[in-house]
């Protein structure tokens, strides 16, 4: 599985999608050997800048749990979402949320003012629903431009400031044991819902 890693900017293109170059052509980093092109019938290839590739365990995804899918499952998102665990940790959760990357990740948490770590036990329904709503209308809004060869605005993620002008923090953050990744966060904006200050939702005892 080729795994994101959050870099700087390059002058390379950010556009993986690119199909009407042939491999050979497409543009690289000087100097940078790593990166993975996956070749596909019809002459169609995707192309991962800035990877690296480690062999690890993956869940098999499901057209429920596939953001893009017709077939996506709201209902046992918003459950998945709801457990005692960072939110931040529950979105890039495969299993749960098939397509979410860290930047979607980043993006979505902040448009719905919700702190990356804190637990989804805490968290009203309506912040979850909303967490849900965003991520389902970024990644398609992402898919659209990325096919259309657009580029998609970004609210927080590798920014210094948020959109109000406070300044943003940089933290990796990731399950115990498991693979960290950059998150960008407005503790400002993105206010850190502890369980002293957690508002009650139905499911709590
Ligand atoms: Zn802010």
Not at 66 to 86: H, Q
Not at 121 to 149: A, G, V, Y
Request: net charge negative; proline share 10%.
């Amino acid at each position: 599985m080729a795994e994101a890693v959050d870099r700087e900017p390059t002058k390379v293109p950010a556009d993986p999608i690119q199909p009407d170059l042939p491999p050979e052509q497409i543009p690289t980093k000087e100097g940078d050997s790593d990166g993975l092109i996956l070749h596909f019938d019809s002459e169609r290839f995707l192309v991962f800048y800035n990877c690296r590739i480690t062999w690890c365990s993956s869940p098999f995804s499901e057209p429920a749990c596939d953001i893009l899918c017709p077939e996506f499952d709201k209902e046992r998102a918003l459950r998945a979402l709801s457990v005692p665990r960072p939110v931040c940790i529950t979105l890039m959760d495969q299993r749960h949320f098939s397509g979410v990357g860290n930047i979607i990740k980043n993006e979505v948490l902040f448009l719905a003012n919700v702190h990356p770590l804190s637990f989804g036990s805490h968290l009203p329904p309506e912040s979850l629903q909303s967490i849900l709503d965003h991520t389902i209308r970024f990644t398609c809004n992402w898919l659209n431009n990325k096919l259309q060869r657009k580029g998609l605005r970004y609210h927080i993620y590798m920014k210094e400031c948020c959109d109000k002008g406070h300044k943003v923090v940089k933290e990796s953050i990731g399950p115990p044991y498991g693979l960290k990744r950059l998150t960008w966060y407005c503790p400002e904006c993105q206010p850190h819902v502890k369980s002293e200050n957690a508002v009650p939702s139905k499911e709590d005892p």
